[in-house]
């Protein structure tokens, strides 16, 4: 397994070394129809993605495709960064997302806040230039996963709803599980979840991705059918982290950290969430296995089974596919969160203990932290 990863993991540096040129000058700027593109940013999303006046249509009627690398430029910020329609970049690089041909493309750090890192406000002026025609297109076609949220194309419930118990490690049977929303009904799991986690007998829950005001504009939707979460939320038993997605971030760890604290405080068995169920979810599925002594393959197994539920992607019949994503995401958290720097270092690290101490270097004491251990055997 490694042998491959090592393989996968070199073609990852290399976009990254690419994508992380500090200046556009080398770029060959094309002429007419793919010439420069002017825009104006008009919003700044929840995660600091910085959204352009421009759609991802016209932005194509420029010559501009998925796997471009482009030049985007505004005051004295200047970078080359891959063109793709989701988040395919190394958590912590830049890219420009362009998504359904009506959506407005916007300038995104991947796990990351744009706006916060470069200042970047609404009416700002940006260039955007082609610096190498389709430079990332076969990271882009490895990468680029889309799913269906059409009940009926999944073989049941449980793989829709991306839902799961969790016994790496030493947890024990029916203490921890994790899920696709089972609030937010945006991808139309929400009714699924709800109603697994209430089979589960879930008695806390953490919510990584919304704030009390998205819960209850939730519980007033048309389609709301949760309520067994809205139960447990109105007895004190959800806590709302409205977590950003940026694991480099203080605030990030900080917020992780109230929440891990809202578990110890409370009883098992416990569910988290986040919309899909697979990356903050998954980052925080991956401390809470480690915390309790889960081997590396534990923790992949667990990670990738989310790609699996909704992208039916699995090391035997996609490997490397399966490698891409292992690489670019969970790997990339690992090494994060351990200190290390290659597979080889990563697998001889004592998870457990690596993991026990970025939880203490981020503000969660000793005692808590046996105490979440001990609801959690």
Known sequence: MYKMMKKSIAIVVLCVMLLNLSSCTLAEKPSGKEGAVEATVIEIEKYGHAVLDITTSDFAGHGYEYGDIVCVSFDSYEANMPYFDGYYSTPGTEMLRGTSSEDNIAICINYGDFSNKTGIAIGDHVEITMAEKAGMLTFYELSALKYSDNRAEYSDDVTFANFRAITA?????????????????????ASYANNLIAQAGVATVLNLADSEEDIAEYCEAEDFDSEYYRSLYESGNVIALDLNVNFYSDEFNTTLIEGLRFLAQNDPPYSIHCTEGKDRAGFTAMLLEAMMGATLQEVIDDYMLSFYNYYEIDKENDPERYETVLNTNLFTMLYHVTGTETIEELAQTNLESAVTNYLLRHGMDESTIQALKDKLH
């Open 169 to 189: 490690g030493t947890i024990g049977d029916g203490k921890l599980y994790r899920s696709a929303s089972p609030i937010n009904n945006e991808h139309g799991r």
